[in-house]
């Protein structure tokens, strides 16, 4: 593996480890850029896809997220160039930013993340991309399905044994510091039976008033375009030949 989390006996610092190929290869991210605890305002974090959108479950999550830890949200948009990401038109995803932010006082910031073989979604890009839009991360708020699985990776990347393995193999390695309170949360809010999953299903079957029942009214006018992208991706899917489709 080549990004390991280590956690630092000495000034009781946690953080990550780069290597520095992974650093080399980041579009966002230099040698030695935004690897430092920063002074900035700190934030919860959000990331997922929102595919095609953030729906109001998303939001209510947001909310919690801010009532939780008492700080704003910067969130965090994945957007891959696959079938995960259905609508890619940067433009489009930022203008939606901006309403979403301009209407959810909780929102500091929401930014999308360009996410490749390249340039993954490891906590340590999405802790380095925060600064580099100018917020320290505090804290990661996810889904009570994501839980385990972020808390098994910490645990088995603060090995400090990992950390020496890393260092044997490549003693370049750099590292990503994070604050000593840095820790990971619960904020999701399943009542309202939200699902991206709905959402697209109702897109593809033209049920405008499904989507629109479960998702912001600034994000009506979004309708057409969304549904767009949901059916160009549906037919480029069917036109994969079986084996391809279930690789994908």
């Not at 900035?40 to 998303?58: D, K, L």
């Not at 609508?87 to 910031?109: R, T």
Request: proline share 4%; with cysteine.
């Amino acid at each position: 593996m080549d990004i390991l989390n280590i956690k630092e006996n000495n000034n009781h610092m946690s953080g990550y480890i780069l290597n520095r190929k992974e650093f080399l290869l980041e579009k966002y991210v230099k040698v030695g850029e935004n690897t430092e605890i920063t002074d900035n305002e700190q934030v919860a974090v959000i990331q997922g896809r929102f595919n095609p959108c953030a729906h109001i479950g998303h939001l209510n999550m947001i909310k919690n997220a801010h009532r939780l830890t008492g700080k704003r949200v910067f969130v965090v948009q994945i957007v891959s160039n696959n079938s995960k990401s259905p609508l890619k038109d940067e433009d489009i995803l930022n203008e939606m930013a901006s309403e979403h932010v301009k209407h959810n006082p909780e929102i500091c910031g929401w930014e999308i993340f360009n996410a490749d073989k390249d340039h993954m979604a490891f906590l340590p890009n999405i802790i380095t991309f925060c600064r580099e839009n100018g917020y320290e991360p505090s804290v990661l708020c996810c889904g009570e399905d994501r839980l385990n699985d972020y808390q098994k990776s910490l645990d088995r990347m603060n090995d400090p044994a990992m950390k020496e393995k890393v260092l044997q193999k490549d003693p370049n390695a750099k590292l990503v510091d994070i604050l000593p309170e840095f820790e990971i949360i619960v904020a999701d809010d399943r009542s309202g039976g939200y699902s991206s999953t709905k959402i697209r299903e109702a897109l593809m079957n033209d049920v405008e008033e499904c989507v629109k029942a479960d998702i912001p009214n600034y994000l009506y006018p979004y309708y057409d375009v969304m549904k767009d992208a949901v059916m160009k991706v549906a037919e480029e899917e069917f036109k994969k030949p079986q084996r391809a489709r279930k690789m994908a």
